[in-house]
T-cell receptor
């Protein structure tokens, strides 16, 4: 597609439920990144992939967060047993190659945990 | 500890005038810097970047200046237009390109007609 596509745009879940957020990167982009943006803050790095390999997951807040990109294209960020502090906008970005230019962002998924 | 700082939360300028957005960083390993623009309910849109081997990069109305000794960069928008009204984020990377970006908190720019 022309840009990074994320779905759903909005997700409301009850505390304790599991959620899955999807990211479709720009076609041909090798690197894919996930960020978390809290209200009034800048995006914070969660994890990134080069093709299907997860090269850095140092930003994941807890072992309830899990990301995958099994075929090197679409990625899913899963949050298990959600808690209220997980409420945030989750942004996905892609870039053509690692270290080869700016990251291009999707419009994000706004997650609200009740 | 915030490694990228945008100390002014907001800026208001008149249409046609210059907008100057500032950003400071603390990590001397950062070698690639980017500015993103964000409208409400949309993702950040890449504006302009600069490598640490340069001190200036220009793209149309947008110019980014880098002062490595002061660990400071600025974005100049000339002339400012009402459509430039948005939140601007400064970001930095330490791998010479696009890897793990560290963002500032953002600054809201309002350009008045």
């Amino acid at each position: 597609g022309a840009g990074v596509s994320q779905s759903p745009r909005y997700k409301v879940a009850k505390r304790g439920q599991d959620v899955a957020l999807r990211c479709d990167p720009i076609s041909g982009h090798v690197s894919l990144f996930w960020y978390q943006q809290a209200l009034g803050q800048g995006p914070e790095f969660l994890t990134y992939f080069q093709n299907e390999a997860q090269l850095d997951k140092s930003g994941l807040p807890s072992d309830r967060f899990f990301a995958e990109r099994p075929e090197g294209s679409v990625s899913t960020l899963k949050i298990q047993r959600t808690q209220q502090e997980d409420s945030a906008v989750y942004l996905c970005a892609s870039s053509l190659v690692l270290g080869g230019g700016p990251q291009h962002f999707g419009d994000g998924t706004r997650l609200s945990i009740l | 500890d915030q490694q990228v700082k945008q100390n002014s939360p907001s800026l208001s300028v008149q249409e046609g005038r210059i907008s100057i957005l500032n950003c400071d960083y603390t990590n001397s390993m950062f070698d690639y810097f980017l500015w993103y623009k964000k409208y409400p309910a949309e993702g950040p849109t890449f504006l302009i970047s600069i490598s640490s081997i340069k001190d200036k990069n220009e793209d149309g109305r947008f110019t980014v200046f880098l002062n490595k000794s002061a660990k400071h960069l600025s974005l100049h928008i000339v002339p400012s237009q009402p459509g430039d009204s948005a939140v601007y984020f400064c970001a930095a990377d330490s791998q010479g390109g696009s890897e793990k970006l560290v963002f500032g908190k953002g600054m809201k720019l309002t350009v008045n007609p």
